[in-house]
């Protein structure tokens, strides 16, 4: 069952072994909703047939003036606002992959088993948690030549791969990632009351 919209906030708000190994196969994403411009890799997709487009191991997703949901598999979802973009790195049954190439893109995981794992890659690695929710915004600045992701934790944990170190993120925490840093990258708070503001409600 394919889970509400969260309006405003969360919208703007890899050896090879031996050949007796099982290969597991990539899921197959779905988009669940679309509304505006929208491109899969390269080309404009319609509502009218989003959800029968065969898009599996790796693909590239992006809005214009648009916004739109991806299920990756049955614990990963994906919402996409305007001007927004991923990229699938490795979508298998207990190691997704993904990389923001321009914010906002929001992640929601539900119940994770405990062998599997989330990455989202936005200029640093991240690991998210079960029953999480997660917004990226990925921005280039043309004054210093560089990007920034903007990140923040929601609901659930996430766990962050700087340089050298690595740093647990609970709820209501704030970073802006960027490699140059290293491990140089100041954590902050941030008001949940804003979403409480913004969506009507708390997350649970």
């Keep these: ?16 072994g031996a050949s007796a190994q099982p290969v597991i196969s990539p899921r197959q994403a779905t988009i669940t909703h679309l509304e505006g411009t929208v ?12 959800e029968h487009l065969n898009i599996t191991e790796s693909f590239i997703i992006r809005t214009e003036d648009g ?4 299920l990756l598999s049955p614990s990963v979802t994906v ?18 992959r993904i990389e923001v190439l ?23 690695g991240v690991t998210l948690s079960s029953l ?14 560089q990007n920034f992701c903007g990140f923040k934790v929601y609901k659930g944990t996430a766990e962050v791969q700087l340089q050298t170190l ?27 009351d804003e979403l409480l503001t913004r969506c009507g409600r708390r997350p649970e």
């Design 67 to 70: 916004r739109a949901e991806v």
């Design 132 to 145: 999480g929710a997660y917004r990226f915004d990925n921005r280039h600045y043309e004054d210093i030549g």
């Design 39 to 50: 491109y899969l890799d390269g080309r404009a997709v319609q509502s009218s047939n989003s």
């Design 166 to 192: 690595k740093i647990l993120l609970e709820r209501g925490r704030v970073m802006d990632l960027n490699r140059g840093c290293g491990d140089h990258i100041q954590v902050n708070k941030f008001e949940m």
């Design 79 to 96: 919402r996409i606002g305007e001007n927004g973009s991923f990229r699938t790195i490795h979508n298998g049954p207990g190691d997704t």
């Design 102 to 124: 321009t914010g906002p893109v929001v992640v929601l995981t539900g119940e994770v088993a405990k062998d599997s794992k989330i990455t989202v890659i936005c200029e640093d």
């Design 1 to 16: 069952m394919r889970t509400a919209f969260l309006p405003a906030l969360l919208w703007a708000s890899l050896s090879i």
